[in-house]
């Protein structure tokens, strides 16, 4: 075997094994539960919602928490359970989920530290 496709065979066995293999770390939460991720969800209204990544700061506003993206000068409220969220309390994050453009919420998937 050849020195590419040893590399070839190594590079696919690594992206196999990451797909498979779920990463929850202590700076991360999933919710839900669910091991496999969809990248499209149906919308109540039959349109396709694109699940999308948000960056910035986790803020408390009330009784809830939000999100801060200070780069679009935006807040999003995050559907999300409130306790999981409150150890990222003025933390940069990444917020994986869908958004809910009528009330910028966030249906959060998943909560990381950056």
Do not use: C
């Not at 539960?33 to 990248?39: A, C, E, K, L, T």
């Not at 803020?59 to 807040?75: A, T």
């Not at 409130?82 to 998943?110: C, H, M, P, W, Y």
């Amino acid at each position: 075997m050849n020195h590419t496709n040893a590399f070839l065979n190594v590079a696919m066995m690594t992206v196999v094994f990451a797909a498979v293999v779920p990463s929850v770390g202590l700076d991360s939460i999933e919710v839900g539960g669910s091991q496999r991720q969809q990248f499209t969800m149906q919308g109540q209204s039959g349109d396709k919602t694109e699940v999308k990544i948000f960056t910035g700061t986790i803020w408390m506003s009330g009784d809830r928490f939000v999100l801060r993206d200070e780069h679009q000068k935006q807040w999003y409220q995050l559907d999300v359970d409130q306790k999981l969220v409150a150890k990222f309390e003025g933390k940069q994050v990444k917020v994986i989920g869908t958004l809910d453009t009528a009330n910028s919420e966030i249906r959060v998937q998943r909560i990381e530290e950056v």
